[in-house]
């Protein structure tokens, strides 16, 4: 679903991304973890064009990723984004923030909006809080909105660039559980988190970026016992 083949990246002098390559299968669960600056955000925002890269192809659902607007709106379509930051409207209500783009950029009737909206805050675990605004929410509840909020869009891929990092610790876990949910849906998944146990429990693959390479990937259980290199060894013995 997600081809990226000798993907480079600078920012001015930097080299940010240096010769990416990766695929990912449908429903495939990747997880990616790294140090700080190591180009986990701009390898996932490329995904979806957030930014361009110079050398190189991404293909999303065979669709290749260029200045072509078309290919671009094309793709954005079929992957949701979920950020450390929740990014919903403050002024618009819970509903209102999942049936913005399913009604201005799908054109899906507004009845029709709120009703799929309905079913993935239920899924979600706060239909109750439909008529809320974000700032009435605690962060969990408003990470869990941002979630259904892209699940509104029927996307087929699923970005998250560090979904919890911004959470209390007891709010966590229920963002956890709903991503966990998800990946039982058999959502293609890529993830960017420290959160290991997530990684353990639902990854398919795990990929450790340094700068700006992919060191290693490894299945979870080859992973943890039987890291390769000693860059994979030195983060691990520093977040577990
Ligand atoms: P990570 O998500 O792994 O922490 P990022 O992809 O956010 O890493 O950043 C990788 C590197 O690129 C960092 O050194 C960061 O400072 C730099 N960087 C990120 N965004 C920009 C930008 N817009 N302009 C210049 N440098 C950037
Ligand atoms: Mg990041």
Redesign the pocket.
Known sequence: MIELANVNKWYGEFHVLKDINLSVYKGERIVICGP?GSG???LIRCINRLEEHQKGDILVNGVTLDSNLKNIDAIRGDVGMVF?SFNLFPHLTVLENCTLAPIWVKKTPKRDAEEIAMQYLTRVKIPEQADKYPGQLSGGQQQRVAIARSLCMNPSIMLF??PTSALDPEMIKEVLDVMVGLAETGMTMLV?THEMGFANKVADRIIFMDQGEIVEQNVPSEFFTNPKSDRTKLFLSQIL
Do not use: L, P
């Open positions: 700080s986990k955000s701009t450390q660039d560090e960017v």
